[in-house]
């Protein structure tokens, strides 16, 4: 794979440095000596990719490093985990100096971030994501967080991480799967900030589905020009950032409705942006050749276009209900006025119902 740039993603008066590195060589904090001490939050699968040396803390000038192991799944993303982290970086004595190191997905990148923002009132952290999706977003912005029950990423905060380093070597050897809900992700930036670059995409995506170095390399490098973008004109939610949601509203309700089994984060997120773009034309917003379009592309990349069978309009009304976007009886969710124009806008809850009623069953 060719070597990947280096991309500035701006937030708030901070700029944190996003590296797309060739390969799959150690992350770049486990290569140094670090002053402080070291936290690795990690996973079952992503913690095998890493040379770590002793399991035990090491108490040399170095600095103590810890390991901390999480299973997979959004099922660690909880209160739980968040407490076993902290406790182990007290039992450890770490300071406000020490670093926490994200290796892993979307999960362990919002836990083991919500651990950096909360220790002694706030610790650095860098993401080394090994996930497409949490390389093209997640990772990226600096919103980190928790479930609650039914309640997704209800506890958190919005917390930049020092810089991010992925390998893409690392990356590219993904399960097909966990790939294409990672594709979900840059095809929403695509659907709601650009249309230049959803047309690329919908033109590249045989290349980007089979992993061609190149067309990965400008996918992801415009992903994080397109994060910057947002996030350096608003970093806490407040109004442009918030067009990331596109399809992330559903999306979430669906996870929830499915009790976090059976569909991946981005599998959800492309239900939702296909619901988001009908719901559009419904209104008037955006044109019925779009919308098709917007279908096809995400259909082309074996993304799921048509609603599960085991979440009925009960189970979706008592997820959409809670939902952090919430107003009264309304809830926050993004439309399309055109391909690479979003708006973020409330609607009655009652009509994301009726989005989802008129939606096509699909066999999970």
Request: hydrophobic share 45%; with cysteine.
């Given at each position: ?288 050749a779009d919308a098709a379009q917007l279908v096809r592309m995400l259909s082309s990349l074996r993304l799921p276009v048509r609603r599960p069978l085991g979440v009925d309009a009960a189970r979706l009304a008592d997820a959409l209900s809670a939902d952090k976007k919430n107003r009264g009886e309304s809830v926050c969710v993004v439309l399309l006025r055109g391909i690479g124009d979003g708006v973020a806008l409330e609607v009655p809850r009652d009509a994301m119902l009726c989005a989802w009623s008129g939606a ?5």
């Amino acid at each position: 794979m060719q070597s990947m740039q280096t991309v500035p993603v701006r937030s708030g008066t901070s700029t944190v440095w996003v590296a797309y590195q060739a390969g799959s060589s150690q992350p770049v904090c486990l290569q140094r000596r670090p002053g402080a001490g070291l936290v690795m939050v990690t996973d079952v699968n992503a913690g095998a990719m890493v040379t770590w040396g002793r399991r035990r803390g090491d108490y040399s000038a170095s600095g103590r490093r810890l390991r901390v192991v999480l299973g997979t799944g959004e099922s660690y993303k909880g209160f739980l985990y968040l407490r076993l982290i902290l406790r182990a970086m007290l039992r450890a004595g770490l300071g406000r100096d020490a670093v926490v190191l994200s290796l892993g997905g979307g999960v362990v990148g919002d836990v083991a971030g919500l651990a950096a923002a909360c220790y002694m009132r706030g610790v650095s952290i860098v993401q080394h994501p090994t996930t497409l999706l949490a390389c093209v977003d997640s990772a990226m912005g600096g919103k980190v967080g928790i479930n609650t029950g039914a309640f997704k990423n209800a506890v958190g905060c919005i917390h930049p991480p020092r810089y991010m380093e992925a390998q893409m070597g690392r990356v590219a050897a993904l399960p097909w799967r966990q790939w294409r809900a990672g594709l979900a992700e840059a095809a929403k930036m695509g659907a709601c900030l650009d249309r230049d670059f959803y047309c690329w995409l919908a033109v590249h995506s045989h290349d980007v589905a089979r992993r061609a170095a190149p067309a990965v390399a400008s996918m992801v490098s415009r992903c994080a020009e397109l994060k910057s973008y947002v996030t350096a004109r608003d970093d806490v939610e407040a109004g442009a950032r918030a067009c990331l949601n596109l399809g992330h509203t559903i999306g979430h309700a669906v996870e929830s409705g499915m009790r976090y089994k059976h569909w991946l984060h981005g599998e959800a997120v492309s239900l939702g942006i296909v619901l988001m773009a009908y719901s559009s034309h419904r209104l008037g917003l955006l044109p019925k050749a779009d919308a098709a379009q917007l279908v096809r592309m995400l259909s082309s990349l074996r993304l799921p276009v048509r609603r599960p069978l085991g979440v009925d309009a009960a189970r979706l009304a008592d997820a959409l209900s809670a939902d952090k976007k919430n107003r009264g009886e309304s809830v926050c969710v993004v439309l399309l006025r055109g391909i690479g124009d979003g708006v973020a806008l409330e609607v009655p809850r009652d009509a994301m119902l009726c989005a989802w009623s008129g939606a096509v069953h699909r066999h999970t």
